[in-house]
């Protein structure tokens, strides 16, 4: 009895260690203009093909992300570049930035995102009008990301932010587009898990990726969570340090991300995968990560694991 106990305990193991692997190894990066220098020392860690997602910053100029873009191809990479469409002035500057995109790093998918723009520059407000007005299509494209918001957001609602999520599942769907929906990065993933849920209740049958805080100081986290806004977690952590200490571990999100796994393997969501934001520790984020797809960790008996 005692063997076959421990024989059950040791699968489970395997299997929970096996799927942190493969999250690890299917995750996507956010890679900023300033991490371009580190890309060459990145292919030594990262396997060809890994999908980068390429940031648009605050006063970023468009050939600034498209230059980017091209080099994250040129170095084995696939790109994604984030589209503010509230700096977007006319359709004209649209067909030009996304056929720029193509043309230079032949980037098939975009992150569409309002930006945190009190105002638009032209017509596009919103993800949707883009969207709705065929031009990814026109370029080929047949993915597109949006930005998913479990917690919801500063400035908006949470009834209004699940409406908006639900109608550009709708509008993807009816227009032939594969829809990712990607949270900002969390700290705690009971509202990330019931956000899938509610949304998988509701029809939408999108790719939801979960946003996780690579390995950095818990100071800068703090600075970005509530700049993002990162809702009831953060909320909890801040009321509780040590469990902030404790999800985030000395080196990165190791409970968080045993905690989805765990979820996975219980087949309790259906989720599609993680995306991990660097704060400027691109190459640290690179290394933590594939580490993790190795295999080159321990699981722990405290609801974590060991690079």
């Given amino acids: 009895m005692a063997l076959t106990a421990s024989s059950t305990a040791a699968s489970v193991a395997q299997e929970l260690a096996a799927t942190i692997a493969q999250l690890a190894r299917e995750a996507s990066i956010e890679i900023t203009v300033h991490d371009i220098v580190h890309l060459e020392e990145s292919r030594g860690?990262?396997?060809?093909?890994?999908?980068?997602?390429?940031?648009?910053?605050?006063?970023?100029?468009?050939?600034?992300?498209?230059?980017?873009?091209?080099?994250?191809?040129?170095?084995?990479?696939?790109?994604?570049?984030?589209?503010?469409?509230?700096?977007?002035?006319?359709?004209?500057?649209?067909?030009?930035?996304?056929?720029?995109y193509v043309d230079a790093a032949q980037v098939d998918e975009v992150l569409l995102i309002s930006g945190d723009y009190p105002r638009a520059l032209g017509p596009y407000s919103e993800v949707m009008q883009v969207m709705h007005s065929g031009v990814l299509q026109r370029h080929g494209m047949r993915r597109v990301t949006v930005a998913g918001h479990p917690e919801g957001h500063p400035s908006v609602g949470p009834a209004e932010i699940r409406r908006a999520e639900l109608n550009k599942a709708r509008l993807a769907q009816q227009a032939g587009l594969e829809m990712t929906l990607l949270t900002q990065f969390f700290f705690e993933q009971t509202p990330f898990l019931d956000w899938v849920g509610e949304l998988r209740a509701a029809g939408v049958q999108a790719r939801l990726v979960g946003g996780l805080a690579g390995p950095t100081k818990l100071a800068s986290l703090i600075k970005f969570a509530l700049r993002c806004g990162a809702g009831a977690s953060m909320r909890v952590l801040t009321a509780r340090p040590a469990a902030f200490t404790k999800l985030l571990g000395d080196h990165g999100p190791e409970s968080l991300l045993r905690g989805l796994a765990q979820a996975r393997c219980e087949k309790s969501s259906d989720f599609a995968g993680v995306h991990l934001f660097c704060f400027g520790g691109f190459v640290r984020t690179c290394r933590w990560l594939q580490a993790i797809a190795d295999g080159r960790f321990i699981l722990d008996d405290a609801e974590g694991f060991r690079v």
């Fill in 45 to 100: 860690v990262l396997p060809p093909g890994k999908t980068l997602f390429v940031s648009h910053l605050p006063k970023q100029q468009w050939h600034e992300t498209e230059a980017a873009c091209r080099t994250v191809r040129a170095a084995g990479f696939r790109p994604v570049p984030h589209v503010p469409v509230r700096l977007l002035p006319d359709a004209a500057a649209v067909d030009r930035v996304l056929g720029g």
